[in-house]
């Protein structure tokens, strides 16, 4: 398996650009997350999804932030319009909540960020 | 608002010197892990620990979850700089819950 896949893996845009974050999960496992990670912060739980449903999505910053699940093999996470506060480093992990290792979160590579 | 504090934040040690890794909160968490994340990758799982008081070892790593599942140490002994990365702990509400809360991360450097 190929792991947890994120595109693209460095993202630069302006203040007030729409940036989409996507994700591929490893097949099979059916708990998708979507986490931050800064040096201020540390890794923070945006959202994730069971069955392609969004669970808890409370740590959504604010309305610019969406996250989508059309299927078990992709996610979405966009922001409009950005900002430079949105920096940072953004993860995709997945899980299954059976068999062995299950409940452990394999993470993606990771997208950073930048906003100017 | 739970939170996970971890301590110390930064840490750098020359090789083969022990070291301890403290993980902790004032709220109950019904399993903990811990991970292993180096720069520009994601984070690695090490172990899940469970019941409170247990203790699991991964090689030179020792896991102990406490007897109130609060809080949780890692201990590496002779340390080697392979083991140089940010260690990471992330607590499970509930078991009704797949929602992990990370702490706030320790950084390691093991000196050769």
């Known amino acids: 398996d190929a792991g947890v896949i994120q595109s693209p893996r460095h993202e630069v845009t302006e203040m007030g650009q729409e940036v989409t974050l996507r994700c591929k999960p490893i097949?099979?496992?059916?708990?998708l997350f979507w986490y931050r990670q800064t040096m201020m912060r540390g890794l923070e739980l945006l959202i994730y999804?069971?069955?392609?449903?969004?669970?808890?999505d409370s740590g959504m910053p604010e309305d610019r932030f969406s996250a989508k699940m059309p299927n078990a093999s992709f996610s979405t996470l966009k922001i409009q319009p950005s900002e430079p506060r949105d920096s940072a480093v953004y993860f995709c992990?997945?899980?299954?909540?059976?068999?062995?290792?299950?409940?452990?979160?394999?993470f993606g590579p990771g997208t950073r960020l930048t906003v100017l | 608002t739970q939170l996970l504090e971890q301590s110390p934040q930064f840490l750098s040690i020359q090789e083969g010197e022990n070291l301890t890794v403290y993980c902790n909160s004032s709220s109950v968490f019904s399993s903990l892990q811990w991970y292993r994340q180096e720069p520009g990758e994601g984070p690695v799982l090490l172990v899940t620990?469970?019941?409170?008081?247990e203790v699991k070892k991964l090689k030179r790593l020792t896991f102990q979850f406490g007897d109130a599942r609060k809080d949780s140490s890692l201990h590496i002994t002779a340390a080697q700089p392979g083991d140089t990365g940010l260690y990471l702990c992330a607590g499970r509400a509930t078991s009704g819950t797949y929602k992990y809360i990370f702490g706030t991360g320790t950084r390691l450097k093991v000196l050769a």
């Open positions: 097949s099979g496992h059916d708990y």
């Open positions: 999804f069971n069955n392609n449903v969004p669970i808890d």
């Open positions: 620990v469970v019941t409170g008081g």
């Open positions: 992990a997945s899980s299954s909540n059976q068999g062995v290792g299950r409940n452990e979160q394999f």
